[in-house]
C-alpha cells in the first residue's frame, strides 16, 4: 500500500489501495522501499500499447533526426539524455517496427533504450520483463555548413544483437532509464 496522510495521534493512515482510497489502523503498516506498491498503483493506472513512433518528454524544436529500427520481438522505448541527464525525447517503437524522430535540436546526447512487457504511460516505462541498455558515449547532432548549403546530422540505430557489431551498449538498471 502507500501511505498518504497518518493522523495526527498516529492511530489511522490514509492508504491508498488496488487505485482506491482507504483507511488502515496504522500498526499494521510496516514500512518498507514502497516499490510494489507503486508498481501496483502503475498497473491499476493501466497499461496500454501506444502507437508505432508516439513520442513522450519531447523537447523537439531542433532539425536533427533519429532513426531507430527494432529488430527485437517486444516494444523498446528510445531515449536522448543530454550530459546533464535531462531527457531530450522519448519514443516508443513497436516490436519489428521502424521509427524516425525529427526535430531533434543540436546538442550532444546519449542513445538509451529500454524493452519488455505492459507499457504504463502513468509510470512512464515497461512493467514486465523491462531490460535496459545506454551507448557507451555521446552523439553529437550538429549542423555543417558547406559551400552548397548545410547539414544536418540523421543518427540512425537498429536494436538486435550482433556478436562484434559496431554498437557496443551496456546494461543499465531500469530504475534509471
Keep these: 500500500v502507500t501511505v498518504y496522510d497518518e493522523e ?3 492511530k489511522w493512515a490514509a ?4 487505485s482506491k482510497n482507504a483507511f488502515v489502523f496504522s500498526k499494521y503498516i510496516s514500512p518498507g522501499s514502497g516499490e510494489n506498491a507503486y508498481i501496483s498503483d502503475c498497473r491499476a493506472s493501466g497499461v496500454t500499447r501506444p502507437l508505432n513512433g508516439e513520442t513522450f518528454e519531447s ?3 531542433g532539425e536533427h533526426s533519429l532513426k531507430v529500427e527494432n529488430q527485437f ?3 523498446a522505448l528510445v531515449k536522448l539524455k543530454d550530459r546533464n541527464g535531462q531527457t531530450i525525447i522519448t519514443a516508443f517503437i513497436r516490436g519489428k517496427q521502424t521509427v524516425t524522430v525529427k526535430n531533434i535540436p543540436s546538442g550532444n ?7 519488455g512487457r505492459n507499457y504504463s ?3 512512464g516505462f515497461f512493467l514486465d ?3 535496459a541498455s545506454k551507448a557507451p558515449g555521446f552523439q553529437d547532432y550538429k549542423k ?5 548549403g548545410y547539414y544536418t546530422t540523421i543518427m540512425s540505430y537498429t536494436l538486435y544483437k550482433v556478436s562484434g557489431g559496431n554498437l557496443q551498449t551496456q546494461n543499465m538498471p531500469s530504475n534509471q532509464f
Design 121 to 123: 504511460p502513468a509510470c
Design 73 to 75: 520481438g517486444p516494444d
Design 129 to 131: 520483463d523491462m531490460q
Design 59 to 61: 523537447q523537439q524544436w
Design 144 to 148: 555543417t555548413s558547406s559551400g552548397n
Design 109 to 115: 546526447y546519449q542513445f538509451q533504450y529500454a524493452t
Design 8 to 10: 495526527t495521534q498516529g
Design 15 to 18: 492508504i491508498r489501495y488496488n
